[in-house]
């Protein structure tokens, strides 16, 4: 099996050039270089390499379309124009046996289909590369979406997988760059995020933690995210609620249903900013595919997410870093950019600031001469992601998964509205959020936050006092006992002094005697 996927790759790799990429990332292995122009095709290639590299990936089968989906969000290791094209792989595999479905469900829940739903829709909705989605009614009514991992998808993985991880150390030794690109690395971030989506009940989870963050007050008309039936979900079957929608790229249906677009392209930033300043946990994967628009509480639309397989946390330090950063970028404070990088840790401590600095001006600065609509924040940060290959800058995980969600609430904005500016939607929210941070408000709301620690700590409080000043009052004891060791040190080393003396005298005298 190993051998025939190996046999595949190859020819897929010749039938689309992509030879061409490897020749071009070893000018300085000319030896390697001639014998791959020897297996060349000689005819120039009619498409360009990102989309070739697209077409292949495809043509592999969908555990290699998921992992060029992960290679688009990495543009600090894919070249720029590789990276966009892979953003429009599609995962999209025909469905598995309906009988085969019912199986899963019954053995995975441990009942008949009869006892776990009142009816069953044979025929699936949809069908990616790790699951697909049936409809069907529960015993009290409810319209649900059961999502259903494909059977033996275990095994393919890690077959797939294991030839990846030997790619990934032939291109490590093979490419000068191989060690900064770290190849290893990127298959095992891969693994992770694959094996993440193998296991629905994470996906569960995700989905019903990013429910609770949208119920809260105020919140509760941006965002719909179905309801988990948890007697009805395990590892290998998630049960969710129905959601009757619009996919948000049908652009001709919502106007036809008098949705306000404009409304939608504003809310879906606010939505993303929500997100990720004030939770710090966000859906990773908000392209068109997984964002509908309903009309069950507002005629004019409000959005609904699916598919929680992938979603990116991000600590207190991560949430003030990027606003600090952005808040920089906004007022081209390109000096403050570098030092938040510096700080961070992120590039070397001997990196000189000014000459970082000078790399984020380079990069930044072009923007500014366009209107204010035309400018793509989520470009921008591929473009500072491009250039900090010269400083060995460390892209964290969470951050190149915020940067990929951020390209695609950008791209659907823009098609929504041509006019959106995320500028303007963005930086209030940001001053905002900042200000709630540092200001009176956030240092009260800090303060009560740490009066539950307080509560614990106080009632300790005399004791730590009492014990404290007991020591206190035996330092001098302490202190005197010590000036009495030293001394008694200092006239045993003496005495010992003298004592080896006066032996080697006594020695000497023998010595003189017995001559």
């Not at 891969?190 to 994470?202: R, V």
């Not at 609770?212 to 395990?234: H, Q």
Request: aromatic share 10%; hydrophobic share 45%.
């Amino acid at each position: 099996m190993f051998r025939f996927r190996v046999f595949i790759v190859l020819f897929a790799m010749y039938k689309y050039g992509l030879e061409e990429l490897l020749i071009d990332a070893m000018p300085q292995r000319p030896f390697m270089r001639r014998i791959l122009k020897v297996f060349s095709r000689k005819k120039r290639y009619q498409a360009p390499r990102g989309v070739r590299l697209r077409k292949a990936l495809e043509s592999l089968g969908p555990i290699y379309v998921k992992f060029g989906q992960v290679l688009s969000t990495r543009p600090d290791i894919v070249p720029l124009d590789i990276a966009r094209e892979l953003v429009f792989l599609q995962d999209r595999v025909p469905p598995f046996p309906s009988d085969e479905a019912v199986a899963i469900v019954e053995k995975s829940l441990r009942k008949p289909l009869t006892e776990l739903y009142a009816e069953f829709n044979y025929e699936p909705v949809a069908s990616a590369s790790v699951a697909q989605v049936h409809r069907a009614l529960t015993h009290d009514g409810k319209q649900v979406a059961v999502k259903i991992l494909r059977p033996n998808i275990i095994k393919t993985i890690e077959s797939d997988l294991a030839l990846m991880r030997s790619v990934a150390s032939i291109v490590h030794w093979l490419l000068p760059d191989g060690r900064r690109l770290r190849p290893k690395e990127v298959v095992a971030e891969f693994d992770k995020y694959l094996h993440d989506e193998l296991d629905l009940q994470i996906e569960a989870a995700n989905c019903s933690q990013l429910r609770r963050n949208f119920e809260l007050e105020g919140r509760e008309n941006l965002l719909k995210v179905p309801e988990v039936y948890w007697s009805l979900s395990s590892s290998l079957v998630f049960t969710m609620e129905w959601i009757d929608g619009v996919p948000i790229n049908q652009m001709e249906r919502l106007d036809e249903l008098g949705m306000d677009i404009k409304k939608l392209a504003r809310e879906g930033v606010e939505i993303f900013f929500t997100q990720v300043f004030e939770d710090g946990f966000f859906h990773a994967d908000m392209h068109p595919g997984n964002i509908l628009v309903t009309q069950d509480i507002d005629p004019k639309g409000r959005y609904a997410a699916l598919d929680f397989g992938i979603v990116g946390t991000l600590s207190e330090v991560d949430k003030n870093y990027l606003a600090q950063n952005f808040l920089a970028f906004f007022r081209r404070d390109y000096r403050r950019v570098a030092q938040l990088h510096i700080e961070s840790g992120w590039v070397p401590q001997e990196t000189r600031e000014e000459e970082l600095e000078a790399a984020v001006r380079s990069v930044c600065e072009p923007y500014f001469d366009l209107p204010l609509a035309e400018i793509s924040l989520g470009a921008v940060l591929m473009r500072l992601f491009q250039t900090s290959r010269r400083f060995n800058v460390e892209i964290q995980p969470q951050l190149v998964l915020l940067q990929k969600t951020l390209l695609n609430v950008e791209g659907m904005g823009r098609q929504l509205d041509p006019d959106l500016d995320l500028w303007k939607t963005a930086k209030p929210f940001l001053e905002r959020w900042m200000y709630q941070r540092i200001g009176p408000k956030g240092v009260i709301e800090k303060l009560k936050k740490e009066s539950v620690h307080w509560a614990q700590l106080l009632p300790e409080v005399p004791r730590l006092m009492h014990n404290s000043l007991h020591q206190h009052s035996h330092l001098d004891l302490i202190s005197k006992e010590l000036r009495e060791l030293r001394r008694s040190h200092r006239r045993s080393r003496s005495l010992l002094y003298v004592m080896t003396i006066s032996q080697l005298l006594i020695a000497m005298l023998a010595l003189i005697y017995w001559r």
